[in-house]
């Protein structure tokens, strides 16, 4: 509303003693800041778009919100820019100079479209800036004018029957509500749609206290809001309503309203009234809290999102600083989701979420806050808890998930969860080092074993050398510099019967800043759980057929001439289940073959029996065209799965590599032993080879041979070797 003062208009004011609107942005702005814009600025009627210093055009707040509740997810519409939502939510501008009477303007705004008649209008300033001015305020100022211009043509009742008719129809044109009193505040008339909104007519209310006839609240408390017209009267100024009003209708109807109120004042400098100015606000205001609501919380389980959360826990770390608080912050990951979501589809995956969303706020209380942050990834802020009650907490949460059964169809499944804390206290520096620590921490929650409660401790060294957060850098720099290096180990006939191969196993290396070799057991986890592992898993195959491309036609043309004689060669090259999961792994993996011309029969892809059974329909689909190409696949760690039998018809495999857990323990452990030989036995009955990994000394060696394993590998037969030895190596053995 303007500054209706009795000093500031008269019958020649011009717009630019008004109160403007500086409401100019840029076209890049995204609608979720233009809410955010509205919602703390109610009485904006709209936002002028620029391009630079240059007028693009006019949105006007109701174009603005009905262009939003058209059906398309609020979601995307956040995320636009409004040069993208311009085209469809413009409004028609009307533009004046600042110097333009009011009376002017105000006819010229209503000899406008019927639909444009309630648009707001834009005010060019002699400096060239552009101001957006409220077509109600205009009209209203229009409206004081004429009740000053009456006040002076008393002696020309004609003119002055005209005029008084003009401000009628100019009140009835008007979209808002607008309430007329005396300077004691009773009422004198009423628009059609204060009528409407407050369930009284001119005629009923004609006479009685304002208070009567617009009764407000608070939309929160419920307590009575004081009334802004008898405090304008009051005060002798333009008053505005508090935000989170309600107006109380007549029939007991509720409307979410803002509104503001201003002194009339005659020509002589006394006041004659006060006019009360009001709109429907309900629908934005649902609007605007929705589209709040949206824009911090996750629209699959209700919960805070990862964006909410960070901003309260920055908020939480600068109070524990401040007063001295303990607070305690959880990082959750939930164990075997990857397993449901691939075998039962997304829907039963995100059925489980819900589920799991619902299980963890019954065990947190109501200050805490409960946020998903990551896809399978749950942030945990509990308040005033010392770390010794977040441990309890924790555990409590762990094993009510591992007593949690999922159903899905006729399929049951069982999960966990690995959870990471950290104290909040004092000595928190911000919000990432918290979270960073807490991240850090369910790493190896996960990376021991899974389902377990890690708490982080600064002084923990292996988490300070091994801790996720501090491998991305370096593993991202090795790839862009070339750091890694390949190694090799030699895979052993050991079966009599087994036609003799150069057999051997790739393998990855890390050197560190001192030049000591790093173990893929130390940085691979992070690997994975940051989805590095498709660029590593690339950077060896590209390697490793670059320089040994020439080698492998060498000894696999030798191979075609003399298929008796011990000239043929096989590399192992492990996958991982994120490549193995990657659409463009087949298309890469033909580049390379072609380039390097490498012979496809000369390499044996590795994947883990876990990785397979993850996703077993792909996994399987990408074995049959790498096998119908001429590769070899083989099944690593095979036996630590639960179901590695029933799988194992599944997979068009060549080798068995027998997890090393059983076969080091064969000679002094029987059941380990009774493992290994069943392992061999079902793998020959299928035409396949057995492979048996961690072979340390002779008496297993001997172990093995007895039992019928096909080949050995393990530092008891070859000790890795850097891959430039290989071609040394291998011309020797021939």
Same mark, same amino acid.
């Given at each position: &509303?303007?500054?209706?003062?009795?000093?500031?208009?008269?019958?020649?004011?011009?717009?630019?003693?008004? &109160?403007?609107?500086?409401?100019?942005?840029?076209?890049?702005?995204? +609608?979720?800041?233009?809410?955010?814009?509205?919602?703390? @600025?109610?009485? #904006?009627?709209?936002?002028? #778009? &620029?391009?630079?210093?240059?007028?693009?055009?006019?949105?006007?707040?109701?174009?603005?919100?009905?262009?939003?509740? =058209?059906?398309?997810? #609020?979601?995307?519409?956040?995320?636009?820019?409004?040069?993208?939502?311009?085209?469809? +939510?413009?409004?028609?501008?009307?533009?004046?100079?600042?110097?333009?009477?009011?009376?002017?303007?105000?006819?010229?705004?209503?000899?406008?479209?019927?639909?444009?008649?309630?648009?707001?209008?834009?005010?060019?300033?002699?400096?060239?800036?552009? =101001?957006?001015?409220?077509?109600?305020?205009?009209?209203?100022?229009?409206?004081?004018?004429?009740?000053?211009?009456?006040?002076?043509?008393?002696?020309?009742?004609?003119?002055?029957?005209?005029?008084?008719?003009?401000?009628?129809?100019?009140?009835?044109?008007?979209?808002?509500?607008? %309430?007329?009193?005396?300077?004691?505040?009773?009422? $004198?008339?009423? *628009?059609?749609?204060?009528? !409407?909104?407050?369930?009284?007519?001119?005629?009923?209310?004609?006479?009685?206290?304002?208070?009567?006839?617009?009764?407000?609240?608070?939309?929160?408390?419920?307590?009575?809001?004081?009334?802004?017209?008898?405090?304008?009267?009051?005060?002798?100024?333009? %008053?505005?309503?508090?935000?989170?009003?309600? #107006?109380?209708?007549?029939?007991?109807?509720?409307?979410?309203?803002?509104?503001?109120?201003?002194?009339?004042?005659?020509?002589?400098?006394?006041?004659?009234?006060?006019?009360?100015?009001?709109?429907?606000?309900?629908?934005?205001?649902?609007?605007?809290?929705?589209?709040?609501?949206?824009?911090?919380?996750?629209?699959?389980?209700?919960?805070?999102?990862?964006?909410?959360?960070?901003?309260?826990?920055?908020?939480?770390?600068?109070?524990?600083?401040?007063?001295?608080?303990?607070?305690?912050?959880?990082?959750?990951?939930?164990?075997?989701?990857?397993?449901?979501?691939?075998?039962?589809?997304?829907?039963?995956?995100?059925?489980?979420?819900?589920?799991?969303?619902?299980?963890?706020?019954?065990?947190?209380?109501?200050?805490?806050?409960?946020? @998903?942050?990551?896809?399978?990834?749950?942030?945990?802020?509990?308040?005033?808890?010392?770390?010794?009650?977040?441990?309890?907490?924790? =555990?409590?949460? @762990?094993? !009510?998930?591992?007593?949690? !059964?999922?159903?899905?169809?006729?399929?049951?499944?069982?999960?966990?969860?690995?959870?990471?804390?950290?104290?909040?206290?004092?000595?928190?520096?911000?919000?990432?080092?918290?979270?960073?620590?807490?991240?850090?921490?369910?790493?190896?929650?996960?990376?021991?074993?899974?389902?377990?409660?890690?708490?982080?401790?600064?002084?923990?060294?292996?988490?300070?050398?091994?801790?996720?957060?501090?491998?991305?850098?370096?593993?991202?720099?090795?790839?862009?510099? *070339?750091?890694?290096?390949?190694?090799?180990?030699?895979?052993?006939?050991?079966?009599?019967?087994?036609?003799?191969?150069?057999?051997?196993?790739?393998?990855?290396?890390?050197?560190?800043?001192?030049?000591?070799?790093?173990?893929?057991?130390?940085?691979?986890?992070?690997?994975?759980?940051?989805?590095?592992?498709?660029?590593?898993?690339?950077?060896?195959?590209?390697?490793?057929?670059?320089?040994?491309?020439?080698?492998?036609?060498?000894?696999?043309?030798?191979?075609?001439?003399?298929? /008796?004689?011990?000239?043929?060669?096989?590399?192992? %090259?492990?996958?991982?289940?994120?490549?193995?999961?990657?659409?463009?792994?087949? /298309?890469?993996?033909?580049?390379?073959?072609?380039?390097?011309?490498?012979?496809?029969?000369?390499?044996?892809?590795?994947?883990?029996?876990?990785?397979?059974?993850?996703?077993?329909? $792909?996994?399987?689909?990408?074995?049959?065209?790498?096998?119908?190409?001429?590769?070899?696949?083989?099944?690593?760690?095979?036996?630590?799965?639960?179901?590695?039998?029933?799988?194992?018809?599944?997979?068009?495999?060549?080798?068995?590599?027998?997890?090393?857990?059983?076969? $080091?323990?064969?000679?002094?452990?029987?059941?380990?032993?009774? &493992?290994?030989?069943?392992?061999?036995?079902?793998?020959?009955?299928?035409?396949?080879?057995?492979?048996?990994?961690?072979?340390?000394?002779?008496?297993?060696?001997?172990?093995?041979?007895?039992?019928?394993?096909?080949?050995?590998?393990?530092?008891?037969?070859?000790?890795?070797?850097?891959?430039?030895?290989?071609?040394?190596?291998?011309?020797?053995?021939?």
């Amino acid at each position: &509303m303007p500054k209706l003062h009795k000093q500031d208009l008269h019958l020649d004011s011009t717009l630019q003693e008004l &109160m403007l609107h500086e409401a100019c942005i840029e076209s890049d702005y995204l +609608a979720g800041e233009i809410v955010k814009i509205f919602e703390q @600025r109610p009485l #904006l009627p709209g936002i002028i #778009l &620029m391009q630079s210093e240059t007028l693009i055009g006019l949105i006007s707040r109701r174009h603005f919100f009905e262009h939003m509740s =058209r059906p398309y997810s #609020l979601e995307l519409f956040l995320k636009r820019s409004m040069r993208t939502l311009y085209p469809f +939510a413009r409004t028609e501008t009307s533009i004046f100079g600042e110097q333009t009477s009011i009376v002017t303007a105000a006819k010229q705004a209503l000899e406008r479209a019927p639909e444009l008649l309630y648009e707001p209008v834009v005010v060019r300033c002699l400096t060239g800036a552009y =101001r957006l001015l409220d077509v109600h305020q205009l009209l209203l100022a229009h409206a004081q004018i004429h009740e000053l211009a009456m006040a002076a043509l008393q002696q020309s009742q004609q003119a002055l029957a005209a005029e008084k008719e003009l401000a009628q129809i100019t009140l009835n044109s008007i979209g808002d509500a607008v %309430v007329t009193t005396d300077a004691e505040g009773y009422i $004198k008339s009423l *628009n059609p749609v204060a009528e !409407r909104l407050t369930g009284w007519t001119t005629a009923t209310a004609r006479g009685l206290s304002v208070t009567d006839v617009f009764r407000i609240i608070n939309e929160y408390t419920r307590e009575p809001a004081e009334n802004p017209l008898n405090k304008a009267l009051d005060q002798g100024r333009t %008053v505005g309503l508090a935000n989170h009003t309600l #107006l109380i209708a007549r029939d007991g109807q509720e409307f979410s309203i803002d509104d503001s109120a201003a002194p009339i004042y005659a020509r002589d400098g006394t006041m004659v009234g006060a006019v009360l100015v009001f709109r429907d606000v309900t629908q934005q205001r649902r609007m605007s809290r929705q589209l709040s609501w949206q824009a911090s919380h996750d629209a699959l389980t209700g919960l805070a999102n990862r964006h909410e959360f960070e901003r309260q826990l920055d908020r939480l770390c600068d109070t524990a600083r401040s007063s001295g608080e303990y607070h305690t912050l959880c990082y959750m990951d939930l164990d075997r989701f990857k397993i449901v979501n691939d075998t039962c589809g997304h829907l039963a995956g995100d059925e489980l979420l819900r589920q799991v969303s619902t299980l963890l706020q019954a065990h947190i209380r109501k200050t805490d806050t409960l946020a @998903r942050i990551g896809g399978d990834e749950f942030g945990l802020l509990l308040r005033q808890c010392p770390l010794e009650q977040g441990i309890a907490i924790a =555990r409590s949460i @762990r094993q !009510r998930l591992h007593e949690f !059964r999922f159903i899905w169809q006729d399929k049951s499944f069982t999960i966990g969860i690995s959870i990471g804390l950290t104290a909040i206290d004092r000595h928190t520096p911000h919000a990432t080092s918290a979270l960073s620590q807490a991240d850090a921490a369910c790493f190896w929650a996960k990376h021991a074993g899974r389902n377990r409660v890690r708490v982080y401790q600064p002084d923990d060294d292996t988490l300070a050398q091994h801790g996720g957060v501090q491998w991305i850098a370096q593993l991202t720099k090795a790839l862009e510099e *070339n750091q890694f290096c390949l190694y090799y180990q030699q895979i052993v006939t050991i079966a009599s019967n087994t036609p003799g191969v150069e057999h051997y196993e790739i393998l990855l290396r890390l050197p560190d800043q001192k030049g000591n070799l790093v173990s893929p057991a130390a940085f691979l986890p992070t690997a994975e759980r940051y989805n590095l592992m498709p660029a590593i898993d690339r950077w060896v195959v590209q390697t490793l057929f670059t320089t040994q491309g020439e080698y492998c036609r060498e000894r696999w043309h030798c191979h075609q001439q003399h298929p /008796d004689t011990r000239c043929h060669c096989l590399y192992a %090259v492990n996958l991982s289940g994120a490549s193995l999961n990657d659409d463009g792994l087949i /298309d890469f993996l033909q580049e390379q073959f072609e380039q390097h011309q490498i012979p496809p029969q000369t390499i044996c892809f590795e994947i883990t029996e876990t990785v397979a059974v993850a996703n077993l329909s $792909k996994a399987a689909s990408v074995m049959q065209t790498l096998k119908h190409w001429g590769c070899q696949f083989a099944l690593d760690d095979f036996g630590s799965g639960m179901s590695s039998f029933a799988y194992l018809k599944n997979l068009p495999v060549d080798y068995l590599k027998i997890d090393g857990s059983f076969v $080091k323990d064969i000679v002094d452990d029987q059941v380990a032993s009774a &493992m290994v030989e069943a392992i061999n036995r079902i793998g020959q009955m299928m035409g396949l080879k057995t492979i048996a990994e961690c072979v340390e000394d002779e008496v297993t060696l001997a172990k093995l041979k007895l039992l019928g394993v096909d080949y050995a590998q393990g530092f008891g037969l070859s000790i890795p070797r850097a891959l430039s030895h290989l071609l040394q190596d291998s011309y020797q053995l021939a």
